[in-house]
């Protein structure tokens, strides 16, 4: 069964930076690209970034281009996204999806989610 | 940038038919999916490459996707249906969702 949890979600200050996780297991990791989506309250959904299997290719929400950073770990099955400057607009639940970059096959699997809150 | 748009809402009878759209430019060049997410729970796919169910999926849910135009219809609806749904396409190299729409089945 394919499972994936992210974690490393809190409240922060505007300004301040965090790093969330997403441990994925039940499936070969490295044989898919990975997501990051994210949903604010009451919000619809809002893509923020994906990465290949490899990590060497990255893209960007513009909301998010040059504050955050996806990364990976495939020898730990693990997924993670370094938020920086982070602003009250960046308040949502940060799910980690499976899905690659264009890839008609859509996020098929999905975390349930951790909050961030930006809040002084 | 490339935009989705999906009525807010639809209501539809148990036993009827929903049909929702999704509509951006040149839509039906590109690959759409479907999510459903009912409240306090993350989305599921029930739709890829416009038209093709994942595993567990039931068969009432369809998609087509043609024009400008993605649908997903819902056939004999059950109450389990209620949900928001959400389409979903890429254009070059950022994800891009559906404004989102809830279905209520009364």
């Known amino acids: 069964e394919v499972q994936l949890v992210e974690s490393g979600g809190g409240v922060i200050r505007p300004g301040g930076s965090l790093r969330l996780s997403c441990a994925a297991s039940g499936f070969i990791f490295d044989d898919y690209g990975m997501t990051w989506v994210r949903q604010g309250p009451g919000r619809g959904l809002e893509w923020v970034s994906s990465?290949?299997?490899?990590?060497?290719?990255?893209h960007y929400a513009d909301s998010v281009k040059g504050r955050f950073t996806i990364s990976r770990d495939n020898a730990k099955n693990s997924l993670y996204l370094q938020m920086n400057s982070l602003r009250a607009e960046d308040t949502a639940f940060y799910h980690c999806?499976?899905?690659?970059?264009?890839?008609?096959?859509?996020?098929?699997?999905w975390g349930q989610g951790t909050l961030v809150t930006v809040s002084s | 940038s490339y935009e989705l748009i999906q009525p807010p809402s639809v209501s539809v009878s148990p036993g009827q038919t929903a049909s929702i759209t999704c509509s951006g430019d040149k839509l039906g060049d590109k690959y759409a999916c479907w999510y459903q997410q009912k409240p306090g729970q993350s989305p599921v796919l029930v739709i890829y490459?416009?038209?093709k169910r994942p595993s567990g999926i039931p068969e009432r849910f369809s998609g087509s996707n043609s024009g400008n135009t993605a649908t997903l219809t819902i056939s004999e609806t059950q109450a389990m249906d209620e949900a928001d749904y959400y389409c979903?396409?890429?254009?070059?190299?950022?994800?891009?969702f559906g404004t989102g729409t809830k279905v209520t089945v009364l």
């Open positions: 490459q416009d038209s």
């Open positions: 990465i290949n299997w490899n990590g060497d290719s990255t």
């Open positions: 979903q396409a890429w254009d070059r190299g950022t994800a891009v």
């Open positions: 999806a499976r899905g690659t970059v264009g890839g008609s096959l859509g996020f098929d699997s």
